[in-house]
Nanobody, 121 residues
């Protein structure tokens, strides 16, 4: 069993930055591809980014490409999401999930509790 805990959320102004962390425990995620999703009020959970187990390949939703960067530190059993040039439409609860590299929610077995990101204009 893997427990995922997100942190780093908060409030930022449009154009600002935040860095989310996802710390895993219970089992190493070293060999897991991992993903980030988000869910805005009244909307379905949507894919944001994913990273392969060794970090060699990353994938992004078109809406965040060029602004967000997913990375990982396997020694720390942690995955990150650096979010730059934030926009009000990035406001959502952000979730870490794994293992998986696809964009589909149901393909992921483990989920964190989520961290709120609010971007003000």
């Amino acid at each position: 069993q893997v427990q995922l805990v997100e942190s780093g959320g908060g409030t930022a102004q449009a154009g600002g930055s935040l860095r989310l962390s996802c710390a895993a425990s219970g089992r190493t995620i070293r060999y897991y591809a991992m993903g980030w999703f988000r869910q805005a009020p009244g909307k379905e959970r949507e894919f944001v980014a994913a990273i392969t187990w060794n970090g060699d390949n990353t994938y992004y939703a078109d809406s965040v490409k060029g602004r967000f960067t997913i990375s990982r530190d396997n020694a720390k059993n942690t995955v990150y999401l650096q979010m730059n040039s934030l926009r009000p439409e990035d406001t959502a609860v952000y979730y870490c999930a794994g293992p998986g590299i696809k964009t589909v929610v149901k393909d992921y077995e483990y989920w964190g509790q989520g961290t709120q990101v609010t971007v003000s204009s």
